[in-house]
């Protein structure tokens, strides 16, 4: 039983350790994060292109309400989902 919980846990690692585009993860901030202020549009409403220029207006927005803007690894995730999204 142990061993198979540890090559459960060996499986798990190379994808955290690289910490790839988290497009699941993306999903939730954009439900959970852009609803504090409104409502997000769909995400095939704009292009990829639209989406990030949305994006980076957004983070200014944010700062400007004193919230905590989306990191780096939390845009990355966004853009992720919005894209398997298209
Ligand atoms: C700090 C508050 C705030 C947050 C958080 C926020 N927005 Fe906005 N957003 C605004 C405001 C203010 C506007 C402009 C007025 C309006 O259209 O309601 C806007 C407008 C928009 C628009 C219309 C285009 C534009 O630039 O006017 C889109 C698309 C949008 N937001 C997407 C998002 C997404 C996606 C998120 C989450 C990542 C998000 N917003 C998070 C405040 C916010």
Same mark, same amino acid.
């Given at each position: ?9 060996? $499986?798990?690692? &190379?994808? $955290? ?17 852009? /609803? ?6 769909? &995400? @095939? ?6 989406? /990030?220029?949305?994006?980076? $207006?957004? %983070?200014?927005?944010? /700062? %400007? ?9 939390? $845009? ?6 919005? @894209?398997?999204?298209?």
């Amino acid at each position: 039983m142990r061993i198979l919980i540890y090559s459960f846990i060996l $499986t798990l690692l &190379p994808a $955290t350790a690289l910490a790839a585009d988290d497009s699941a993860n993306g999903q939730s901030i954009y439900e959970n994060r852009c /609803k504090i202020c409104h409502q997000p549009p769909k &995400p @095939e409403s704009l292009s990829m292109q639209q989406w /990030k220029a949305v994006l980076s $207006t957004m %983070q200014v927005r944010m /700062k %400007q309400k004193n919230m905590d803007p989306l990191s780096e690894q939390e $845009t990355a995730d966004v853009l992720s989902f919005l @894209e398997d999204s298209q």
